[in-house]
């Protein structure tokens, strides 16, 4: 028996009626919770459901749906089937889902609300292994006709009462699991082509568990502390981090709607949440914002509190030194009068710790968190090693980097400055594809991660870029994309940032404004506009952004530097395929729908050409 059957009969026995899960009930959208025993009693039920309508050991089981309670009991409802779940990102395209159904073979499909059962409803005469539908919110309306779907409660009642026959089989299946079994099958996001199934073993999310208790048992307080689920389940990192929460008893409060984050923050109060780095961004620029409209007594006040903040808690307090007593009563005085209101304000009064990764967070937000008392921990990880590589160790973290790998992890330096990774965490292989997978894993079981980077004299390591998003201009200089579109991101007129300039002469971008923050600014300054075309196309407004631009790059080297940029009028979004579901750019994508307006931007008259060519050749 593997230890993740063993784990939630352990917990009911340790915990009993103690909350193991939150949520909002979707009819009257208060938080509930189940308890352990609860939680424990809805797996049995899950698992018996399965074993009656026909999954068999190693067979597979797709979830499509936004975070939600059922998600985790299916899972468990699986492992004691022996049996492996495949999470599909809630916004994926009728496409994604029917490619992934098919590819893993799946004969459930479970489906979130309306939309997602709608598109169930659409793939399943596409998908011959493909048994029947469960649909989990209670407000689905079937088709007229359709005899394929069950209701979460039909299915979960078709297991309640189980003869012996199938008790005892469900009981050797529990018995037979073994570390080596897949225990997941998760989907990369695709950006450089069709998705891949990541093979993930027991034994590879165990080994995870081991790295990441060994560092965080000292902390965690079980009886009190709670994790806010806001990233998907589908997501490697938040499914990883919530396993670590159920092996240590931490409750977990599960967010359903993305959009509704900020209120959950509030609501729960979080001592811990997985995130990407766009969601604290936004809460650097949000306080920016509003540090700008206050009166400038109290602007004076919170910078000096952010200076002493700075150093108490990254000159002295990250290297777990004790920071002199002037400094220290200094920035206790600030915490009572500056800081608890800050973090009150966003909802993480009593933090204790944010994994942050997916993307880069800039040094200067890190240093800003840490400052006001917000723990930020940046990590690194794909799905191929089952999340995390590395992570910030405390004491001793060092900004620009993300963080000291994981017990058992080795990590090395490859060809072209790639980032290689060797370990138990790492995955079995990709799911029907022998050939990407000897690309990924060399023959001495090197796993090829596709990032640059570069291993710091502590150990830690810093990630540069990923090596198939370098790009090369025309005059053989090297950009990396992704740290200029990090930059950028700070800036609180600026929501999405496209950075081109592969074979180009410079470099340019294309950005998408906050548009809100735009047509305030645009009313400001009494600037005429009466659509968001008109705005994107002002002089005046464009103005303002290249200024803004050339500030934050004035440290770069001029071959660096954006030399050009367009604003568009609509945002990069997942349905029309720019963004993966991790919201990633797909840049492919992008570079050939923008191409007219790209080319666009290269395009200058002769009296213009040789000032350019001679700017960019610096």
């Not at 490619?99 to 997602?116: K, R």
Request: proline share 4%.
């Amino acid at each position: 028996m593997n230890k993740f059957v063993e784990l939630i009969p352990t917990q009911r026995a340790k915990y009993g009626e103690r909350e193991a899960l939150r949520f909002r009930d979707y009819k009257t959208q208060v938080w509930s919770s189940i308890t352990w025993v609860g939680f424990s009693d809805l797996i049995d039920r899950a698992a018996g459901a399965m074993l009656v309508n026909g999954v068999e050991e190693h067979g597979r089981v797709c979830l499509f749906t936004q975070n939600c309670p059922e998600i985790l009991i299916t899972h468990f409802g699986a492992f004691y089937n022996r049996a492996i779940p495949v999470p599909i990102y809630a916004t994926s395209s009728k496409d994604e889902v029917a490619y992934i159904v098919n590819d893993s073979g799946a004969t459930i499909l479970f489906a979130g609300d309306q939309g997602q059962y709608d598109i169930a409803r659409q793939v399943i005469d596409e998908c011959p292994t493909l048994k029947f539908i469960v649909t989990l919110h209670p407000d689905v309306k079937r088709q007229p006709g359709d005899k394929s779907t069950l209701t979460w409660e039909e299915f979960l009642s078709t297991g309640d009462k189980l003869g012996k026959e199938v008790l005892t089989e469900l009981e050797n299946r529990k018995q037979s699991g073994v570390d080596s079994d897949i225990m997941y099958l998760i989907y990369t996001s695709g950006t450089t082509g069709v998705p891949k199934g990541v093979m993930l073993a027991h034994s590879n999310m165990n080994a995870a568990m081991d790295a990441h208790i060994e560092r965080f048992d000292a902390f965690i307080d079980n009886k009190t502390d709670i994790s806010l689920s806001f990233l998907p389940f589908s997501h490697v990192f938040e499914l990883g981090w919530t396993m670590v929460c159920l092996c240590t008893g931490i409750r977990v409060a599960i967010n359903y709607n993305p959009k509704e984050i900020q209120r959950a923050v509030k609501e729960v109060q979080p001592n811990y949440m997985c995130s990407v780095p766009r969601f604290w961004e936004k809460v650097y620029t949000a306080i920016n914002d509003n540090l700008a409209h206050a009166k400038p007594v109290v602007r004076m006040m919170v910078k000096q509190a952010i200076r002493v903040g700075k150093v108490r808690n990254l000159k002295y307090a990250r290297m777990g030194k004790k920071a002199p007593a002037l400094i220290e009563k200094q920035y206790q005085y600030f915490e009572k009068k500056v800081f608890q209101k800050l973090r009150g304000a966003i909802g993480v009064t009593d933090n204790k710790m944010f994994p942050t990764a997916g993307a880069m967070l800039s040094d200067n937000i890190t240093e800003f968190l840490h400052a006001v008392g917000i723990n930020i921990c940046i990590g690194y990880g794909l799905s191929e090693t089952n999340a995390s590589v590395s992570f910030f160790t405390e004491p001793g973290w060092t900004i620009g980097t993300v963080g000291m790998p994981i017990s058992s992890i080795q990590v090395k330096i490859g060809d072209q400055n790639e980032i290689l990774v060797k370990g138990p965490t790492v995955m079995q292989g990709y799911y029907n594809k022998p050939e990407e997978t000897a690309k990924a894993i060399d023959a001495d079981g090197w796993f090829h991660t596709g990032d640059c980077g570069e291993l710091a004299p502590t150990g830690e390591i810093i990630l540069t870029e990923r090596l198939k998003d370098l790009y090369k201009t025309s005059n053989g200089k090297y950009i990396a994309p992704q740290v200029l579109e990090t930059m950028l991101g700070q800036d609180k007129f600026i929501e999405q940032v496209a950075i081109i300039g592969d074979g180009r002469k410079y470099v340019s971008a294309l950005i998408v404004p906050d548009f809100e923050e735009l047509k305030a600014y645009a009313d400001k300054k009494h600037i005429e506009h009466n659509t968001i075309e008109e705005l994107v196309n002002s002089p005046d407004i464009h103005k303002m952004i290249e200024a803004r631009i050339n500030d934050y790059q004035k440290g770069l080297a001029s071959y660096e530097q954006i030399k050009r940029f367009v604003l568009l009028p609509k945002a990069f979004t997942m349905e029309n395929g720019e963004l993966t579901n991790t919201l990633k750019i797909k840049r492919a994508v992008i570079n050939k729908r923008y191409s007219l307006l790209i080319d666009a931007m290269y395009a200058v008259d002769y009296r213009k050409k040789k000032s350019a060519d001679k700017s960019a050749e610096e």
